[in-house]
């Protein structure tokens, strides 16, 4: 089955250290790769995507994304977290007719 | 600013009710879906709907329904809601090219039946 997988429930990051967000992804074809955020009581913010091209997407507020086709995962990362990027974030791959489709989470915790 | 409006944020429902959670975007989309989210799964895909009138299942319609009579409103349905129907609803619009990033999402629907 098609999937997208987030091994991590949960990231706990001091303020000033990079930060990684883990996603997997097992579709067929070229996938078309999504990260969104959700701070708490909001709906989802898109950051970035990976269409094509090439394999280091930037994104909204700093954060960026690794598409590693041979691992097949897709990264998220951010040089330097700042407290204000806690939240819950969300990697998302397209399937047919533009159906989104979700890993579990991951909730990312930056400590001052 | 482009939106996509949920018309309830929070609803508290007996077992049994029939329920109506109402979407509405206005950004011409012809695309429109409802996830439901709970922690640990993430967000999981109930149904979604290509065009006025259509309607296709995602991975969990089971006790659910959907309406779409209008291009801007996509309307889900709990014929006769349960306990395992509480949880957050997300409602999402976007334009039918794939590879787009024109998901807008809108603000949530945090139901409980009780």
């Known amino acids: 089955a098609q999937s997208v997988a987030q091994p991590e429930d949960q990231v706990n990051v001091a303020e000033g250290n990079p930060l990684t967000v883990k996603c997997t992804y097992s579709?067929?074809?070229?996938?078309?790769l999504f990260w969104y955020v959700q701070y708490p009581n909001r709906g989802l913010q898109f950051l970035l995507k990976y269409i094509t091209g090439d394999n280091l997407v930037k994104g909204s507020y700093g954060f960026e994304a690794e598409f590693n086709k041979s691992q097949t995962s897709f990264h998220l990362k951010k040089p330097s977290a700042l407290v204000s990027d806690s939240a819950l974030y969300f990697c998302?791959?397209?399937?047919?007719?533009?159906?989104?489709?979700f890993g579990q989470g991951t909730e990312l915790s930056v400590k001052p | 600013d482009v939106k996509v409006t949920q018309s309830s944020r929070y609803l508290v429902k007996r077992t049994g009710e029939k329920v109506f959670l109402e979407c509405v975007q206005d950004m011409d989309h012809e695309n429109m879906f409802w996830y439901r989210q709970d922690p640990g799964l993430g967000l999981r895909l109930i149904y979604f709907?290509?065009?006025?009138?259509?309607?296709e299942k995602g991975d969990i319609p089971e006790g659910y329904s959907v309406s779409r009579e209008k291009k801007e409103r996509f309307s889900l349905i709990l014929e006769s809601a349960s306990t395992n129907q509480t949880s957050m609803y997300l409602c999402?619009?976007?334009?039918?090219?794939?590879?787009?990033?024109?998901?807008?999402f809108g603000s949530g629907t945090r139901l409980t039946v009780v």
């Open positions: 579709v067929s074809g070229n996938p078309y």
């Open positions: 998302a791959v397209i399937l047919g007719r533009g159906k989104l489709i």
């Open positions: 999402a619009s976007s334009p039918p090219r794939q590879g787009s990033y024109g998901y807008t």
């Open positions: 709907s290509y065009d006025v009138k259509m309607k």
